[in-house]
C-alpha cells in the first residue's frame, strides 16, 4: 500500500508539472512572431533566386502556441505536424519553390499547401537567409571542424546601409557665371543629389561639384556634361556599394588553428554529422595522411558557392560530377555528405536559439520523421 500511494503521489507531481509546463508558454501573434523571425535573421540576406519569408498564411487572427521545425515539409513530415498541433511549421527547404498554377490533390505539394489552410497552419522558409546569417547553417557546419576561424566566402553587403542613388559624379567649376548654369541644369534632373565645396586645383580656386545618382539620372547628367564640356573640369564617375559585412553571408572560409590528416578531419565530420559513411575525393596527389588547414564549406549543394575557393578540402552536400573532377584537379578534397544531412543537424541549435530569442513564449518542436531522402544499402 505504501509503495502504491508512493507511485500516486509521483504521477500527481509529474502531472502538476506538466501542467505548469503549459501553462508557462503563451500565444504569439502570427504578424508579432513573422516579425520576430525576421529579427532573428533577416530575410533580405536570402539569395534573390530564392523563394522565403511567409509562403501559406491562414487567414487572422492566427495566434501560435508551436512552432514546429523541419528541414524538409514532405507529406508525412505534415501528418506529424497536425498531430502535434502546430500552428506554424518553419521548414528550413521552401516546399513553394515554383510558382503554383493550381492548388488541388494532384500533386504532393499543392496537397502541402490545401492541408495547411484546412487545419489553419502557417508556413515559414527562412532558407538561404539562414545561410548567410552569423549564427545561421553554415557556422553551425563549421563547428565540426575543430578549433578555427572562419569568414564568408561571399559575403552578404549591408543592407539598411544609407545610400543615395547608385553612382556619384564629382567635376570641377572654375567660373561662378559656370557654377551657376552647371547647378541649375542638375537640380532639374530627378533622383539627383547634390552637394559642392570650394577647392584649390593648380593654384586655382574653383566649386568641387558631386551628385549622388540613379542609373537612370546618371545617363541624364552624363548627357549635359557631354553637351557642356566647357563648363567643367576633372570629372569622375564613381559607382556606390554597400559594404560588405564581416560574418554574413554566403559558405565559410575556415582555417584550423591546428593542421589535421584528412582522416581525422574525415572522422569528425561524421561525427558532427552523425553519418557512418561519407563520399571523399582526394585531390589530386593527395592522401588520407595529407594535411588540412582551410576548409571551404557550404551546406546543401555547393558548386557555385565553393567554386574558386583556395582550400585544402570542400565540404557540402553535394556537388556536380564535373565540380568534382574540376577540384580534384586542383589538389582539393572533396567531402559529400548528402545534400540535407549538412543541414538538418543545425535545427537542435536553432530551436535552443529561437527558445531565447523569443523569450520562451512558445513551444518549439523538432520534427522526429524529418529525414534524409537518400540512405546507404
Same mark, same amino acid.
Given at each position: 500500500m505504501l509503495s502504491s500511494g508512493i507511485r500516486l503521489v509521483t504521477r500527481k507531481v509529474q502531472l502538476i508539472h506538466s501542467l505548469n509546463c503549459t501553462s508557462s508558454r503563451s500565444f504569439m501573434d502570427l504578424k508579432t512572431l513573422i516579425s520576430s523571425l525576421d529579427d532573428f535573421a533577416s530575410l533580405s540576406f536570402a539569395e534573390s533566386w530564392d523563394n522565403v519569408g511567409l509562403l501559406v498564411e491562414p487567414s487572422p487572427p492566427h495566434t501560435v502556441n508551436t512552432l514546429f521545425l523541419t528541414n524538409d515539409l514532405t507529406e508525412e513530415v505534415m501528418e506529424e505536424a497536425l498531430q502535434k498541433k502546430a500552428d506554424l511549421i518553419l521548414s528550413y527547404h521552401p516546399p513553394i519553390f515554383r510558382p503554383l498554377k493550381h492548388i488541388t490533390w494532384k500533386t504532393w505539394k499543392e496537397r502541402l499547401v490545401i492541408r495547411a489552410l484546412e487545419n489553419r497552419v502557417g508556413i515559414y522558409s527562412p #532558407?538561404?537567409?539562414?545561410?548567410a546569417a552569423p549564427q545561421g547553417v553554415n557556422s553551425w557546419l563549421a563547428k565540426g571542424l575543430g578549433a578555427c576561424t572562419s569568414r564568408p566566402i561571399h559575403p552578404s553587403k549591408a543592407p539598411n546601409y544609407p545610400t543615395e542613388g547608385t553612382h556619384r559624379v564629382e567635376f570641377g567649376v572654375n567660373h561662378t557665371e559656370d557654377l551657376d548654369k552647371v547647378m541649375s541644369a542638375v537640380k532639374g534632373i530627378t533622383d539627383v543629389s547634390v552637394t559642392s565645396v570650394f577647392a584649390r586645383s593648380d593654384d586655382e580656386e574653383q566649386t568641387r561639384i558631386s551628385l549622388n545618382c540613379t542609373q537612370k539620372a546618371l545617363l541624364q547628367v552624363v548627357a549635359f556634361l557631354s553637351q557642356n564640356r566647357q563648363l567643367y573640369q576633372?570629372? %569622375?564617375i564613381l559607382s556606390l556599394e554597400k559594404p560588405l559585412l564581416l560574418h554574413t553571408g554566403m559558405g565559410r572560409l575556415c582555417t584550423l588553428d591546428e593542421s589535421v590528416s584528412l582522416a581525422t578531419m574525415v572522422e569528425r565530420i561524421k561525427r558532427h554529422l552523425k553519418l557512418s559513411h561519407v563520399r571523399l575525393s582526394l585531390g589530386v596527389g593527395r592522401t588520407l595522411e595529407s594535411q588540412v588547414r582551410v576548409v571551404a564549406l557550404c551546406a546543401g549543394s555547393g558548386s557555385s558557392v565553393l567554386q574558386g575557393a583556395e582550400a585544402d578540402l570542400y565540404l557540402t552536400g553535394e556537388m556536380s560530377h564535373h565540380d568534382v573532377l574540376d577540384a580534384a584537379s586542383q589538389? *582539393? @578534397?572533396? *567531402?559529400?555528405? %548528402? #545534400?540535407? @544531412?549538412? %543541414?538538418r543537424g543545425f535545427l537542435s541549435d536553432l530551436r535552443d536559439m529561437l527558445g531565447v530569442h523569443l523569450e520562451n513564449k512558445i513551444n518549439i518542436i523538432l520534427s522526429e520523421t524529418d529525414k534524409d531522402p537518400l540512405h546507404v544499402v
Open positions: #532558407h538561404t537567409a539562414y545561410d576633372k570629372t %569622375e589538389g *582539393i @578534397n572533396v *567531402i559529400l555528405c %548528402e #545534400h540535407s @544531412n549538412t %543541414e
